[in-house]
């Protein structure tokens, strides 16, 4: 019952999803971090991991689930709350927090349209080329008076991961913070997870002494 109330209590959705990847180096994504609950002090050192479940489509890809994934992001975030003075415990039970996280991921495609190259150059035939519905200015005439243009495509990784701080005596969120970010696909083997830990939990005040 604990376990399902936590849960309920940790129910904010991802609105947009964290870049996943199987290696770190020092490559990161476009981020941003958006705390929506602050807080200026915790009750204690000790925390506890308490599962969050998946909820969102972008959730059960099958990046964001790999177990060694998510083996090496939980430990990064370790990492980055060790840093801040906490002390991992097993026992729920017996920690000042509970913390839980959710991470998810999607595939998006941009596209963009420019004017084709030729031998010598841009095409610029007067800028516009106009028809029975109005004017463009993305088309240029080829050799043969042509309109033509060249569409180019640029697969991206968008993702998030949102971190939850719970007192556990009575389930209350005491913080709670969303890292969204987005990088090139050929790139997503490049994600620093201790660098995207340490973003994450930036604004979380330091553990008191104890």
């Known amino acids: 019952m604990r376990t399902l109330a936590f849960a309920l ?25 958006d ?21 969102l489509q972008a959730e059960l890809d099958k990046r964001a689930q790999d177990p060694a994934f998510r083996t090496r992001l939980q430990a990064s975030l370790d990492k980055a709350l060790q840093a801040k003075g906490y002390r991992r415990i097993d026992d729920v ?5 509970a913390v ?11 596209t963009s349209v420019t004017e084709r190259m030729q031998q010598g150059g841009v095409v610029r035939e007067s800028a516009v080329e106009c028809g029975p519905y109005g004017c ?36 209350r969120v005491l913080w709670r913070a969303l890292y969204r970010g987005s990088m090139k696909a ?12 340490t973003q994450t939990l930036a604004s979380l005040p330091r553990a008191p002494a104890k």
């Not at 009750?43 to 308490?50: E, M, Q, R």
């Open 136 to 171: 463009s200015q993305i088309l240029s005439k080829g050799t043969e008076g042509v309109p033509t243009f060249k569409v180019h495509t640029v697969d991206t990784i968008e993702g998030g991961l949102q971190v939850e701080v719970i007192q556990p005596s009575d389930i």
């Open 100 to 110: 839980a996280y959710r991470v998810g991921v999607q595939d998006v495609q941009q």
């Open 35 to 55: 705390v929506s609950k602050g807080a200026t002090s915790m009750p204690g050192p000790t925390y506890a991991w308490v599962p969050m479940p998946a909820r």
């Open 186 to 197: 050929k790139d997503a083997g490049k994600l620093n997870l201790d660098a995207v830990a």
């Open 9 to 33: 209590v940790c129910g904010t959705l991802l609105a947009t999803l964290v870049p996943v990847a199987h290696a770190q180096s020092r490559k990161q994504p476009a981020a941003d971090v």
């Open 93 to 97: 039970r017996k920690a000042d927090l």
